[in-house]
């Protein structure tokens, strides 16, 4: 997957988010946003099933109304697709798609973030869900 392909970042749920812009600045991304984020790993490849496993669990599939979503024990995903809309949903919160021009996005998605400054000390306290 090419990180650097206008249509990655354009149909990307994560464009306008933290990790949206961890992705494509990430020659200069902090070491500590990664390791807290992704598990030590300096890069992303969406195509290694270590990546999945380690951010989203290893479930093949998961159902909105299982309690187990709401507390993030996303169980055993295989992988994921950009345009499927289950993955803006278990990534983002009980929402069936995503709107990229929606002021909510960013804040739904990591809880008291709603900007993109990755040294707020606030970020890395990684409280998602919580909102302000």
Not at 40 to 47: A, E, I, L, T
Not at 71 to 89: L, T, V, W
């Amino acid at each position: 997957l090419d990180f650097d392909d206008p249509r990655f970042i354009k149909r990307s749920p994560f464009l306008g988010t933290n990790v949206g812009l961890a992705y494509i600045k990430r020659a200069d991304m902090d070491p500590r946003f990664a390791s807290l984020s992704f598990g030590k790993r300096s890069g992303f490849d969406f195509d290694d099933p270590r990546f999945t496993s380690m951010s989203f669990g290893k479930r093949s599939g998961f159902d909105l109304e299982d309690p187990r979503f709401a507390s993030m024990s996303f169980g055993k995903r295989s992988g994921f697709n950009f345009e499927d809309p289950r993955f803006a949903s278990m990534s983002f919160g009980k929402r069936s798609g995503f709107d990229l021009d929606d002021p909510r996005f960013a804040s739904m998605s990591f809880g008291k973030r709603s900007g993109s400054d990755l040294e707020d000390p606030r970020y890395w306290s990684m409280s998602f869900g919580k909102r302000r």
